[in-house]
Nanobody
Framework: QLQLVESGGGLVQPGGSLRLSCVAS????????IGWFRQAPGKEHEGVSC????????NYADSVKGRFTISRDNAKNTVYLQMNSLKPEDTAVYYC??????????????????WGQGTQVTVSS
């Protein structure tokens, strides 16, 4: 069974940090661009960040640039999202998915495979 499993979410105060993990099972991540997405209640889903299959290209939503860092360890079949300086508006369920187009393309936020089950991130004092 091919699936992606997200973890690492939680409750954090504004200004805090979290690191999310996206682990693949049933297939090797090496060949895939991977994206992180999020969806807050009542809002459209948003593409947060994308990383190329070899890790040599990345892309970020303007809302997270300078605060979030995407990385990957293909040996561990895992993609990470380091989130620093968190804000209440970062509160959402975060999902990872394979991205079916190049990360430098504007289309990456709408061209993706199935999401995992998600991990809740809540930023609140």
């Amino acid at each position: 069974q091919l699936q992606l499993v997200e973890s690492g979410g939680g409750l954090v105060q504004p200004g805090g940090s979290l690191r999310l993990s996206c682990v693949a099972s049933g297939f090797a991540l090496d060949y895939y661009n991977i994206g992180w997405f999020r969806q807050a209640p009542g809002k459209e889903h948003e593409g947060v960040s994308c990383i190329g299959s070899s890790g040599d290209s990345t892309n970020y939503a303007d809302s997270v640039k300078g605060r979030f860092t995407i990385s990957r360890d293909n040996a561990k079949n895992t993609v990470y999202l380091q989130m620093n300086s968190l804000k209440p508006e970062d509160t959402a369920v975060y999902y990872c998915a394979t991205v079916l187009t190049a990360c430098f393309s504007r289309r990456w936020t709408g061209d993706y495979g199935p999401w995992g089950q998600g991990t809740q991130v809540t930023v609140s004092s």
